[in-house]
């Protein structure tokens, strides 16, 4: 749909005609967004190629019926002496079209399928088609919606569809395409309008405010633009209600009061606060955007868009970036860094969710809450790969705890049951000291039957199975282990760290195991942290798995095709350098 030349405001006595009529396109030069469709018509109706039944499909507001009416005046035109033939340019010298755009032309008739359905009405339709035009050049039969047409009403349309006389033309507009019959689709010349974006949509208000004498921000205008969804009457409408609140200035403030908005940087600053597991934060953060207007479901939505945005910007970071505005380019990325893409799409997941229930729920601003707080705790949860890679390490690991295997150093510590996907014996970056032996403690009850932690790991496992998972969390990605030996532990934390997770941890532990535990903090770089690790020596297994005979034939084999990671335990170094096609298949395949 789009910019066209309507008419000038009228005098006070006259009534208001809204903009998305007012301005509503007369001439196919006049349609915005719709380049393709707009040049395979033109050349159609100057080359008399056009088909005899057209189907225009596409999401509301995009200029379907629109589109359709220029086709009527285009085929008819006859010029101011009615001796000139169809064109693809201005129509206003004609009376034939004049007379179609005020809708008083007996042989363009447009049809409402909605109200319309039965087969009776197809009948006095198909009756009429037989007579030729009393003024025109072509009968055009309009019908909007089709979709909606019987069984029966489409059954009575088939055979005049394909056969029908020389003057007939029939325009379907529908936004429902796949529910029409394939039986009418296959008669038809199909063409597909689509989604005007966001930034013609901005420009093309920017001109109706021009001709409005009505200024206007321009971010006021890309929020109209960007709540539009690319149908121009949407748009159009939301830009009349802006012109109606705020007189002759349409103001940011205003537009985002009356579609309940909140500031994106606001909203990237609430998403980071969640990610992080500040939950205290994150809900005086909503509150504070409540508080000023915004609706906590527009919120929610606004978080899964920036959802979708941080996944753009990790997998297409050049193309993402070039679609963003400097603040949100820049804190968007700082972001994008530290998330993982199984992170976000559990988030998108939860966002899916979260949404559906704000919406049904009696209260939105404590739905949205409660979905913030189960996104933080989600943040701190392990991927499906950490939990496969979890049961595989307590299934192999009597008790919970052992020795590391070999003498070698594990991922910060772990039990000897860790798999081998997590394990860095030797010459990697993740390595640790050893556990020493376990000193002597006093009577308590750790002597009693209480298992004692012999590795970070195996601390982190035992706040998770408390319900402690923000600890749990901190635990794994931001601290550094330097030693670790039965009743003491040093760390060094990172900036993400609590300042307090020394203390905390150190009373968590003497309260959970019955023995005194201390933990200290110290300025030694330590080892690298435990997700750290689990990446490096998750590196190292798929490089071997690529070094191998077998898997390097197959790529050979099969040009341009990767190595994927599959969920299920990974296989120990031992197997995998025997056994790598039959053992590594369950966790690593080509894809091409």
């Given at each position: 749909m789009s910019e066209g030349t309507g008419p000038a405001p009228a005098g006070g006595t006259a009534p208001y005609r809204v903009l998305a009529r007012k301005y509503r396109p007369q001439t196919f030069a006049d349609l915005i967004g719709q380049d393709a469709l707009v040049r395979t018509l033109s050349n159609a109706i100057e080359t008399g190629r056009l088909?005899?039944?057209i189907v225009l499909t596409g999401v509301r507001g995009v200029g379907k019926t629109t589109t359709a009416r220029i086709i009527a005046k285009a085929i008819n035109y006859a010029g101011p002496d009615g001796s000139a033939g169809p064109t693809t340019g201005p129509t206003d010298d004609c009376p034939i079209c004049q007379a179609i755009a005020e809708d008083r032309l007996t042989d363009v008739l447009e049809m409402d399928a909605a109200s319309r359905t039965g087969v009776n009405d197809i009948r006095e339709l198909i009756e009429g088609v037989r007579y030729r035009p009393t003024r025109a050049r072509y009968k055009v039969y309009i019908i909007d919606e089709v979709h909606m047409l019987s069984t029966a009403a489409f059954n009575a349309?088939?055979?005049?569809?394909?056969?029908?006389?020389?003057?007939?033309?029939?325009?379907?507009?529908?936004?429902?395409?796949?529910?029409?019959?394939?039986?009418?689709?296959?008669?038809?010349?199909?063409?597909?309008?689509?989604?005007?974006?966001?930034?013609?949509?901005?420009?093309?208000?920017?001109?109706?405010?021009?001709?409005?004498?009505?200024s206007a921000e321009p971010e006021?205008?890309?929020?109209?633009?960007?709540?539009?969804?690319?149908?121009?009457?949407?748009?159009?409408?939301?830009?009349?209600?802006?012109?109606?609140?705020?007189?002759?200035?349409?103001?940011?403030?205003?537009?985002k009061e009356m579609l309940g908005l909140a500031d994106r940087s606001r909203i990237l600053e609430l998403y980071d606060a969640v990610m992080r597991g500040e939950v205290p934060a994150a809900l005086e953060s909503l509150r504070s955007l409540y508080d000023v207007g915004a609706d906590p479901v527009v919120v929610l939505q606004d978080m899964l868009e920036i959802t979708h945005t941080l996944t753009r910007l990790k997998l297409l970071p050049q193309q993402a970036a070039a679609e963003l505005p400097e603040n949100e380019r820049v804190q968007g990325g700082a972001m994008a860094e530290k998330l993982s893409v199984p992170a976000l799409t559990r988030n998108w997941q939860f966002l899916l969710k979260g949404i559906s229930e704000a919406q049904q729920a009696p209260q939105p601003l404590q739905a949205a809450e409660m979905v913030l707080i189960r996104l933080a705790f989600a943040a701190e949860l392990p991927t499906p790969g950490d939990l496969v890679r979890r049961l595989s390490d307590a299934a192999a690991a009597p008790g919970g705890g052992g020795v590391p295997m070999g003498g070698g150093a594990t991922d910060g510590g772990a039990s000897g049951g860790a798999s081998a996907s997590l394990r860095v014996e030797q010459g990697g970056q993740a390595l640790a000291q050893t556990a020493p032996e376990a000193r002597s403690v006093p009577e308590t009850k750790a002597?009693?039957?209480?298992?004692?932690?012999?590795?970070?790991?195996?601390?982190?496992?035992?706040?998770?199975?408390?319900?402690?998972?923000?600890?749990a969390g901190h635990l794994r990605n931001d601290v550094h282990l330097v030693r670790f030996e039965a009743?003491?532990?040093?760390?060094?934390?990172?900036?993400?760290?609590?300042?307090?997770?020394?203390?905390?941890?150190?009373?968590?532990?003497?309260?959970?195991?019955?023995?005194?535990?201390?933990?200290?903090?110290?300025?030694?770089?330590?080892?690298?942290?435990?997700?750290?690790?689990?990446?490096?020596?998750?590196?190292r297994l798929r490089n071997q798995v690529l070094e191998h005979p077998l898997v390097q034939a197959v790529l050979e084999a099969f040009p341009g095709a990767e190595l994927a990671r599959v969920s299920g335990p990974m296989d120990s170094d031992a197997e995998l350098g025997t056994a790598v096609p039959d053992e590594a298949g369950s966790d690593m395949e080509e894809e091409g």
């Amino acid at each position: 749909m789009s910019e066209g030349t309507g008419p000038a405001p009228a005098g006070g006595t006259a009534p208001y005609r809204v903009l998305a009529r007012k301005y509503r396109p007369q001439t196919f030069a006049d349609l915005i967004g719709q380049d393709a469709l707009v040049r395979t018509l033109s050349n159609a109706i100057e080359t008399g190629r056009l088909p005899h039944a057209i189907v225009l499909t596409g999401v509301r507001g995009v200029g379907k019926t629109t589109t359709a009416r220029i086709i009527a005046k285009a085929i008819n035109y006859a010029g101011p002496d009615g001796s000139a033939g169809p064109t693809t340019g201005p129509t206003d010298d004609c009376p034939i079209c004049q007379a179609i755009a005020e809708d008083r032309l007996t042989d363009v008739l447009e049809m409402d399928a909605a109200s319309r359905t039965g087969v009776n009405d197809i009948r006095e339709l198909i009756e009429g088609v037989r007579y030729r035009p009393t003024r025109a050049r072509y009968k055009v039969y309009i019908i909007d919606e089709v979709h909606m047409l019987s069984t029966a009403a489409f059954n009575a349309l088939l055979k005049t569809l394909e056969e029908p006389p020389p003057h007939v033309v029939f325009i379907f507009a529908t936004t429902e395409i796949r529910k029409v019959p394939v039986t009418v689709l296959s008669r038809c010349m199909r063409f597909d309008l689509r989604r005007v974006d966001q930034t013609t949509l901005a420009q093309h208000f920017a001109r109706i405010c021009e001709r409005e004498a009505v200024s206007a921000e321009p971010e006021a205008l890309n929020l109209i633009a960007r709540a539009a969804d690319g149908s121009v009457r949407d748009g159009l409408s939301l830009l009349d209600q802006a012109m109606a609140v705020g007189e002759e200035l349409v103001q940011t403030a205003v537009v985002k009061e009356m579609l309940g908005l909140a500031d994106r940087s606001r909203i990237l600053e609430l998403y980071d606060a969640v990610m992080r597991g500040e939950v205290p934060a994150a809900l005086e953060s909503l509150r504070s955007l409540y508080d000023v207007g915004a609706d906590p479901v527009v919120v929610l939505q606004d978080m899964l868009e920036i959802t979708h945005t941080l996944t753009r910007l990790k997998l297409l970071p050049q193309q993402a970036a070039a679609e963003l505005p400097e603040n949100e380019r820049v804190q968007g990325g700082a972001m994008a860094e530290k998330l993982s893409v199984p992170a976000l799409t559990r988030n998108w997941q939860f966002l899916l969710k979260g949404i559906s229930e704000a919406q049904q729920a009696p209260q939105p601003l404590q739905a949205a809450e409660m979905v913030l707080i189960r996104l933080a705790f989600a943040a701190e949860l392990p991927t499906p790969g950490d939990l496969v890679r979890r049961l595989s390490d307590a299934a192999a690991a009597p008790g919970g705890g052992g020795v590391p295997m070999g003498g070698g150093a594990t991922d910060g510590g772990a039990s000897g049951g860790a798999s081998a996907s997590l394990r860095v014996e030797q010459g990697g970056q993740a390595l640790a000291q050893t556990a020493p032996e376990a000193r002597s403690v006093p009577e308590t009850k750790a002597q009693a039957g209480i298992p004692q932690p012999q590795s970070l790991k195996a601390v982190v496992d035992l706040a998770r199975k408390h319900g402690e998972l923000r600890l749990a969390g901190h635990l794994r990605n931001d601290v550094h282990l330097v030693r670790f030996e039965a009743g003491r532990i040093e760390l060094n934390p990172g900036e993400h760290a609590p300042r307090d997770l020394t203390g905390t941890l150190g009373k968590l532990l003497t309260d959970w195991t019955g023995s005194r535990w201390v933990v200290s903090v110290s300025d030694a770089p330590g080892q690298p942290s435990l997700t750290q690790q689990e990446a490096a020596a998750e590196l190292r297994l798929r490089n071997q798995v690529l070094e191998h005979p077998l898997v390097q034939a197959v790529l050979e084999a099969f040009p341009g095709a990767e190595l994927a990671r599959v969920s299920g335990p990974m296989d120990s170094d031992a197997e995998l350098g025997t056994a790598v096609p039959d053992e590594a298949g369950s966790d690593m395949e080509e894809e091409g």
